[in-house]
């Protein structure tokens, strides 16, 4: 039997609807959940996990510069020190290092440049980088020229070994004398001033030849001044002998500036440094390459002339200061 309209409208809105009552419950209330607070912080280690990681890297990277500076700077330089700064000068330096030496070349002038740090310090290393790097310059001034007439340097001007140990041998004398305290405080100095001018000799020799090669007009034998051709041992321009000349004024100042020697031992390395290049040039021409001397190559004469530069300059040092006492 089928109800009236009013009586089934009745129903349909006296009866509750189970879904509407089912989202009233308790059951479905937020409130019946556990409350959580998520924090949006850069320390919290759930949102930023690798936070704290580049914090400590980046601690521990700070505390390795500082240690790497603190060891460069030691004072007095320590054998550990020397090898650190070598190793790092020498692989940020290694475009410049490969252009004037060979590998062995270059192995010999980080031995160098060890034994200087170790025993003068990074003002003794940056005198010697200086004249390597004036050095290699001067020798590839006109490189094809050079070449072409057969008076260039081997291997398009990189030196061996060779050439590193006969340019520094009195360096490194002076270099063990004063790390062995030989003659103690007193004589420091003195080995200072040889180490020094031993280097001045050496540049002033280098670029004299170099630029001698180079631009010379005239070239003249220095022991009977007869003109003869570039290159020839013995042989002196005057274009290369000024060249020479203020390439040792420069480095000797380079020298005080940096507080290797003093205004008056600038001084004695230039006179030093021209006189051990004449006497030089007078072993070149009357005994390189003649009978009974073949020994006496361009390594051994280097020996000799800047030894005889680094010498001269400590006589003169101890003439003067008796002088003057």
């Given at each position: ?146 070449e072409a007439q057969g008076v260039a340097e081997k291997r398009k001007g990189r030196r061996g070994p060779g050439s590193v140990i006969g340019s520094s041998t009195a360096g490194c004398i002076c270099a063990f004398l004063s ?147």
């Amino acid at each position: 039997m089928a109800l009236p309209t009013p009586t089934l409208l009745h129903l349909i809105k006296s009866s509750p609807i189970p879904s509407l009552q089912f989202q009233h419950s308790p059951l479905f209330s937020l409130t019946s959940f556990p409350k959580k607070t998520l924090i949006l912080s850069p320390n919290n280690p759930r949102i930023f996990p690798k936070k704290k990681t580049m914090t400590l890297h980046s601690a521990n990277v700070q505390s390795a510069v500082t240690e790497a500076v603190k060891l460069i700077q030691s004072s007095p330089p320590t054998w550990k020190s020397a090898i650190f700064s070598n190793i790092l000068i020498f692989v940020l330096g290694s475009p410049i290092l490969v252009s004037g030496l060979s590998l062995s070349g270059i192995g010999a002038a980080f031995l160098l440049g060890t034994l200087i740090w170790r025993a003068f310090g990074p003002s003794g290393f940056l005198l010697v980088a200086i004249y390597f790097v004036i050095g290699t310059a001067a020798t590839k001034v006109k490189m094809a020229q050079k070449e072409a007439q057969g008076v260039a340097e081997k291997r398009k001007g990189r030196r061996g070994p060779g050439s590193v140990i006969g340019s520094s041998t009195a360096g490194c004398i002076c270099a063990f004398l004063s790390i062995f305290l030989v003659g103690g405080d007193a004589y420091s100095r003195l080995w200072q001033l040889g180490f020094v001018s031993s280097f001045c000799t050496k540049l002033s020799d280098t670029v004299s030849s170099e630029i001698g090669k180079a631009y010379g007009k005239t070239t003249y034998l220095v022991t009977t001044f007869k003109v003869v051709p570039r290159g020839t041992e013995g042989a002196v321009s005057v274009e290369g002998t000024v060249a020479g000349l203020l390439a040792s004024i420069l480095l000797a100042f380079v020298g005080c500036v940096i507080g290797e020697i003093n205004a008056a031992e600038a001084v004695i390395c230039v006179l030093a440094s021209q006189i051990a290049n004449l006497g030089e040039s007078i072993i070149g021409a009357a005994l390189q390459d003649k009978e009974g001397f073949r020994w006496l190559n361009n390594d051994a004469v280097n020996i000799i002339n800047i030894s005889m530069g680094s010498i001269l300059a400590v006589l003169m040092q101890q003439v003067v200061q008796n002088w003057w006492m």
